[in-house]
């Protein structure tokens, strides 16, 4: 969102704060979970891949808020399952960093990208392998993760896991053949 004494981009006018200040409750309606109200403000014509000032989306607001309907209900009317943020991270990554399986698995059940990497080649298998999110590992690595991808440092999944202490997580992923 831009500041209400900047100019639009498409128009060169100020926003209407009337309308700033709208779009704040519908990213409200995203972080609350709020399925129901998001389909019908979507179905008004708020666009399904509306993004904040940050550049999340409704859906990446929902998913880092653990919100399993309203992260169902967003792709269902037209959301990206990979639209990336400002800083390049995706809705499965922000929702395996936070530990909501359930978001994973919804994201993947519509399309979401299982590497979901981030610019510097982190992808929400490295992301769950941190935090020893075994559970979200399991359902990334079912769903065809690359247990191989190394990010702009060369460390894989393992050695992030190695890193953080993570054992369950080390120990899946040598199971794995890692």
Known sequence: MTNPAEPSPSSGQPIDPRLLDLA??????????????????????????????????????????????????LPERGADPDLRNNNGQTPIAGAAFKGFDGVVETLLAHGAD??????????????????????????????????DARDVNGASALDAAGR???????????????
Not at 47 to 58: A, E, Q, T, V
Not at 116 to 144: C, E, K, Q, W, Y
């Open 24 to 73: 704040q409750q519908v990213f409200d309606l995203a972080r609350r979970g709020d399925a129901a109200m998001l389909a019908a403000v979507i179905e008004k014509g708020v666009p399904p891949n509306l993004r904040n000032d940050n550049g999340d989306s409704l859906l990446m607001l929902a998913s880092y808020h653990g919100h399993v309907d309203a992260v169902r209900t």
């Open 164 to 178: 953080m202490g993570a054992g369950e997580a080390q120990a899946r992923l040598k199971a794995q053949g890692s």
């Open 114 to 147: 299982v590497e979901g990497a981030s610019p510097d080649g982190r992808t929400a298998l490295m992301v769950a392998a941190m935090f020893n999110r075994t559970t979200i590992m399991d359902l990334l690595i079912a769903h065809g993760a690359n247990l």
